[in-house]
């Protein structure tokens, strides 16, 4: 069975950083993209950040660019998201997600991705 652990959620202050990771298990994800996802209460489930199978290949919401760094280690199975500079607006719950397409890269298309965390909440307070 697929499963996607998300960890690394909590309260922060705005300008402060948090690493969130997501653990997979139950096949190899080292072959498909991955990415992250973020719901605010009231808000559709948005777009954050993707990255391909190789980490050759990273895509960023324009919301988050240059404060947010994906990374990925296939050897462990395991995809982090670094946030720095974090902002209220950044208060959501955050989602992982596998592709289950080989050839594809990443990109916000949630279509592409099969397989979803429960999520882990993050909250930055102003």
């Known amino acids: 069975q697929v499963q996607l652990v998300e960890s690394g959620g909590g309260l922060v202050q705005a300008g402060a950083s948090l690493r969130l990771s997501c653990a997979a298990s139950g096949r190899t994800f080292s072959s498909y993209a991955m990415g992250w996802f973020r719901q605010a209460p009231g808000k559709e489930r948005e777009f954050v950040t993707a990255i391909s199978w190789s980490a050759g290949n990273t895509f960023y919401a324009d919301s988050v660019k240059g404060r947010f760094t994906i990374s990925r280690d296939n050897a462990k199975n395991t995809v982090h998201l670094q946030m720095n500079s974090l902002k209220p607006e950044d208060t959501a719950v955050y989602y992982c997600?596998?592709?289950?397409?080989?050839?594809?890269?990443?990109?916000?298309?949630?279509?592409?991705?099969?397989?979803w965390g429960r999520g882990t909440q993050v909250t930055v307070s102003s």
């Open positions: 997600a596998a592709a289950s397409r080989l050839g594809y890269v990443g990109g916000p298309q949630k279509y592409e991705y099969s397989y």
